[in-house]
């Protein structure tokens, strides 16, 4: 499908409406039902005799055979669970994909995909990702002689020249995590193919309700349901998406043969919170173009991160690719010591290592999320120590801004540590 461009501001002012105007603007247009009735409606007919509105947690191991020859369409729950399946076919919908697996983190579904890989195939992935996913790329999948290259741009071409016989699979995030760059899917995913390669697109910063890269012809769709997919901060789990049913089948295998799988409780805990994900996911990148527009004019955020704000030519493939810009803002102040006065001063921001929930959050991404980062890795992708990412919840902007203000004042009272920047 061809996603239209309607956006045409690279401007945070003014944002809010824009996004309003814009916000169904990648819509499907297949006449199928549109995402906010899709997030609502209960998928799937799980033949539950009472007809319950919710769906039922079968928290149950196993399950009863008719006969000692006759398997059910259940028989244990590693393999299949019916308030999984309904969690999964739901996924599969949301992402535009014939099949999705729950597993038990976002974690264990990026190493699931890696799993496709043989032992002397190569990844390339975009340089500025989730520190876990670096972690496991660049330290456990060199026990299975897999090896990983990290790109530093982002663009179809800065990622063409890098392919070689064995780059079997492109890992990316978009916009990344923490920097917000926006990498090219539809583009990449051109290139990835005449290379027979898989494009894998970590979607969890902006949530299928805002992108669908399986639309634009990447393979494999992985998040980390923990973070806007659950939204309220209280699950740890992940999920894989694709269109292929060979990949499916594999991706399968994978999940029953290894079993990494999520839990009936957890399952359900996400289908609830998915019903809220279109309404969470509008007030609180509101909030977050709110609060991109305080920072941008504030002097002490020396660099601020947000899609909207980049150079006109990354911004015009987001436009391109995502229906907004998300709920994630990060900051540079040219001083790790003022950044960390500035984290610990907040007062409505908790500082924990998750974004995407309910409640605003901050964390300094070097020293926490990112920490686990291989040094050479690190120095190579130049992470900026003083970088502050902020998650922008439902709470209101105004109070929000007011506790940033007041947090950014008190650390303008140091200025002799800006030499210490970091
Ligand atoms: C972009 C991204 N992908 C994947 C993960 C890993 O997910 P999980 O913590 O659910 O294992 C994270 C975690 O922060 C993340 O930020």
Known sequence: MQLPNRWNSNHTSGLSSELSRCKRSVQES?????IDTKLIQSVGGLGDPHHAVTTPIYQTATFEQESALEFSEYDYSRSGNPTRAVLEQQLAELEHGTRAFAFASGLAAIAAVTRLLQPGDEI???????????????????????????????????????????????????????????VDIAGLAEIAHQ??????????????????????????????????????????????????????????LIQNGEGAVLGPFDSYLLLRGIKTLGVRMERQQTNAAK???????????????????????????????????GAVVSFETG??????????????????????????SVSLPGRM??????????????????????????????DLIADLAEALEVAEGVPELRASAG
């Not at 970590?202 to 997919?229: C, G």
């Not at 901060?233 to 992940?238: E, K, L, Q, Y």
């Not at 001083?335 to 610990?344: A, G, T």
């Not at 502050?388 to 709470?395: A, Y």
């Open 30 to 34: 297949d006449g199928v039902m549109k």
């Open 124 to 182: 390339l992935a975009v340089d500025d990702v989730y520190g876990g996913t670096c972690r496991l790329f660049s330290k456990i999948l060199k026990r299975s002689h897999i090896s990983v290259r990290y790109i530093h741009g982002t663009t179809a071409q800065d990622f063409a020249r890098e392919f070689s016989d064995r780059t079997r699979l492109v890992h990316i995030e978009t916009p990344t995590n923490p920097l917000l760059k926006v």
């Open 195 to 252: 290379h027979n390669a898989l494009l894998c697109v970590d979607n969890t910063m902006l949530s299928p309700y805002l992108q669908n890269p399986l639309v634009l012809e990447a393979d494999i769709v992985v998040h980390s349901a923990t973070k806007f997919l659950c939204g309220h901060s209280d699950v740890i789990a992940g999920a894989v998406v694709v269109r292929d049913e060979k990949l499916a089948e594999d991706l399968y």
């Open 291 to 325: 609060i991109a527009g305080f920072l941008s004019g504030h002097p002490r955020a020396s660099r601020v991160h947000y899609p909207s704000l980049l150079e006109k030519k990354s911004f015009a493939i987001h436009v391109r690719q995502a229906r907004g810009n």
């Open 335 to 360: 001083s790790l010591e003022i950044s960390r006065q500035i984290v610990e001063g907040l007062k409505l921001f908790p500082i924990t290592v998750s974004f995407g929930g309910l409640q605003s």
């Open 369 to 398: 999320s990112h920490a686990s980062v291989p040094a050479q890795v690190a120095a190579h992708r130049q992470l900026p120590a003083d970088l502050i990412r902020l998650s922008v919840g439902i709470e209101d902007a105004d």
